[in-house]
């Protein structure tokens, strides 16, 4: 797995169903990836907003796992998990209001990869 979406969402349905759409619009083909959405303890529905999206998502919804908290936690926290669960060699750490432009991605990636003290 080369690269992990983690996406930390707290009551923001609307802007996490923005940003879910933008990074499967913008996701370079060639690359394997993985979509986290940490959902903090949110009371706007977003939890199942992301379900609904993945399941309309079709090939790429199936790439989200959705990490559904009980309790509010600080980004500190919901970064780490994200992190822990993470498989990618690479990590992208997003909040729900977050919308990456076509390119965004794979500009990234290669960045990362011609630095290897990155």
């Not at 998502?57 to 992190?83: P, Q």
């Not at 977050?98 to 990234?108: I, N, P, Y």
């Amino acid at each position: 797995m080369e690269l992990s979406y983690c996406v930390v969402n707290t009551n923001g349905r609307d802007d996490l169903i923005a940003c879910l759409e933008a990074i499967a619009r913008t996701h370079p083909a060639e690359v394997e990836g993985e979509l986290l959405v940490l959902d903090n303890a949110s009371d706007d529905g977003s939890a199942e907003a992301a379900r609904q999206w993945a399941a309309r998502a079709g090939e790429f919804g199936s790439f989200l796992r959705l990490i559904e908290r009980d309790r509010r936690a600080g980004k500190a926290e919901n970064d780490s998990l994200l992190l822990r669960e993470a498989r990618g060699e690479l990590c992208l750490l997003l909040n729900e209001d977050a919308e990456l432009d076509a390119g965004t991605t794979a500009a990234l990636i290669g960045a990362l990869r011609a630095d290897p003290q990155a």
